[in-house]
């Protein structure tokens, strides 16, 4: 088992009569990505100013690397990247980086050596001299990841870090945190279901001051080791029911659900239709139906709400 980084126990908070979040328990360990989602206004804000030690629970336990939040023994364990973060227009990027370095207390050589670091791990090392004003909205969210990784922190937090971008900026960020999860071990809080389904190997889903902690991984792995297999077919305008009933005459096919319009949930035998999604392509190029996804397994949202019903 992996190293805990944080483990909460009964965390309650309040703000007035009204109660954000109501008896949290769940434990990160070290590894893949951890995604905090939940709708605006679930109290995900609140619980990252929590951990970062900000705010202080009104009962209950939380601890991170076996200390409480804010302490001394933290620094330059955890970093946190609140979701406005915002560069200075004034100094270059290496400079502000150097800044933020030194206020950690390295030196100014170590902070400058630091600076480089980071700028070369989010692949804007060229931009060391420009000043933040000259960058791009997706570049300026990079700058702001390169700073929280500076001193080469175990546990980073990271607030909505796609926030405003455009759907290409947005992977891009996605991408870049894949990479940079071998040095860390990241907690991204987003509203967006879809956006860390692949992202993440656990989810905390966080409503109405309710959390729930889901291993998508060991999800994963149960799906693949399942002898019934699962796809997810999207499509776009199509007959819903010849569809349906094209799709129920392939070999190996169980059952087919439709979840939503356009939207098929096909269960299949996997010892006779091992390759289902070649067979199930070539149905549809033969029709003429087009499709905007296939995938293996349940989706993210598909998991949750399962077990929210089940």
């Known amino acids: 088992m992996s190293r805990i980084l944080i483990e909460a126990r009964s965390l309650v908070k309040n703000f007035g009569s009204k109660t954000v979040l109501d008896q949290l328990n769940f434990t990160v360990h070290a590894g893949e990505p951890v995604a905090l989602i939940g709708p605006n206004g679930a109290g995900k804000t609140t619980l990252f100013s929590i951990l970062c030690g900000y705010l202080t629970p009104d009962s209950g336990q939380i ?14 364990k955890v970093s946190a990247l609140p979701q406005d973060a915002q560069l200075d227009p004034v100094f270059s990027l290496s400079r502000q980086l150097q800044l933020y370095g030194q206020l950690q207390g390295m030196n100014k050589a170590t902070a400058q050596s630091e ?5 070369q791990l989010v692949d804007l090392n060229e931009y060391a001299n420009a000043k933040a004003t000259m960058l791009s909205h ?3 969210k990079r700058v702001a990841i390169a700073q929280a990784l500076l001193g080469q922190p175990e546990l980073v937090l990271l607030d909505e870090p796609t926030a405003g971008l455009d759907p290409a900026n947005a992977l891009q960020i996605r991408q870049l945190i894949a990479k940079l999860s071998e040095q860390a071990t990241f907690v991204i809080s987003s509203h967006n279901i879809f956006e860390l389904e692949r992202l993440c190997g656990t989810v905390l889903y966080l409503e109405h001051g309710k959390l729930r902690q889901h291993s998508l991984t060991q999800q994963q792995q149960q799906q693949h080791a399942a002898a019934t297999g699962y796809l997810n077919l999207l499509l776009e305008q199509a007959d819903s029911a010849r569809v349906k009933a094209a799709l129920q005459q392939l070999a190996g096919v169980l059952r087919v659900e439709q979840p939503q319009k356009n939207e098929f949930a096909i269960y299949y035998d996997k010892s006779q239709a091992a390759a289902l999604d070649i067979t199930v392509l070539t149905l549809l190029r033969q029709q003429g139906w087009f ?8 989706t993210l949202e598909q998991q949750l709400f399962e ?3 089940g």
């Open 115 to 119: 600076a480089n670091r980071v700028l």
């Open 307 to 309: 077990v929210a019903s």
């Open 138 to 140: 997706g570049m300026r």
């Open 291 to 298: 499709y905007r996804s296939l995938s293996q397994g349940q």
């Open 63 to 76: 601890q991170l690397f076996g200390q409480q939040p804010g302490t001394a023994a933290l620094f330059g």
